[in-house]
């Protein structure tokens, strides 16, 4: 099978054997039941639990080593999505991997929409049910989870995640590295700063500065 711009099957690695690591091969497995020339090769952490082992290995998925081992034994597979939930995880690991060979793959699965003029980053992840508007842009290596919805001309800096359910409203702007919990809500024309938390069920109604942690309905920080 050849894909549209003709480099063929892609072969994509997952970083990550938790939770969110195997989320995504459910992305990827999607994609390639509907027809997408992806092919999951396994799953690289650098300690994953026994646990995640048994997890990965009733799934039939390999287990392929630490980074580094992956790095240094696989000439080929060098395409890879970060499946770390921690923004600042995924940042480190983003980092540590540059310069290496290895590309960052964009996983959408099927089931997401999208509308006219969103760019995608490389490296994103954007889970079943998600509901991208118009003119939005998703930074490298954001984590969009199941059933998020995004508004329109929104933009999502680099690393963003956010969780299950939340809801980002008209251009809101997100900045590096910022967490939005699960059913979060943002209201529109806001701008989260870089590394801000954003607790789960919050409704958000102001500017939030970089770096605090936002609780409550209207949100808080210290
Ligand atoms: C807001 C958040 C970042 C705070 O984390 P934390 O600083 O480690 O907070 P703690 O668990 O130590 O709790 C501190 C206090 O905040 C309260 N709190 C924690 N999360 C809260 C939330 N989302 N909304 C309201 N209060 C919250 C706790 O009850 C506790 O209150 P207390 O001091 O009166 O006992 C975190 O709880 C959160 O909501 N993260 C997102 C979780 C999520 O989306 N999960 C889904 C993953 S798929």
């Not at 597979?77 to 921690?86: C, E, K, M, P, Q």
């Not at 980092?95 to 490389?122: D, M, W």
């Not at 690393?159 to 699960?182: C, D, H, K, Q």
Request: proline share 5%.
């Amino acid at each position: 099978m050849t894909s549209p711009d003709g480099f063929g099957l892609e072969r994509v690695v997952v970083v990550g054997a938790s939770g969110f690591g195997r989320e995504c091969l459910d992305v990827l497995e999607a994609m390639a039941a509907a027809g997408s020339p992806v092919e999951v090769v396994g799953v690289v952490d650098d300690g994953p639990s026994e646990l995640n082992m048994e997890r990965l290995a009733a799934r039939g998925v390999a287990y392929l080593g630490t980074v580094d081992e992956w790095l240094a034994g696989d000439a080929v597979t060098r395409r890879y999505v970060l499946g770390i939930g921690s923004p600042a995880v995924r940042r480190r690991l983003a980092a540590r991997l540059e310069g290496t060979g290895a590309r960052p793959f964009t996983a959408i699965h099927p089931s997401a929409t999208f509308g006219a003029r969103v760019a995608k980053g490389e490296g994103a992840v954007v889970c079943a049910g998600v509901a991208v508007s118009t003119n939005v842009r998703l930074g490298r290596h954001v984590h969009l989870n199941p059933n998020v919805t995004v508004g329109h001309d929104a933009v999502l800096s680099d690393f963003v995640s956010v969780n299950p359910g939340a809801v980002i409203s008209g251009e809101v702007v997100l900045g590096t590295a910022a967490l939005v919990g699960a059913s979060a809500t943002l209201l529109q024309n806001l701008w989260i700063g870089k590394g801000a938390l954003i607790g789960a069920g919050a409704v958000v109604t102001r500017n939030v500065p970089a770096g605090v942690v936002v609780k409550g309905v209207p949100g808080t920080w210290d």
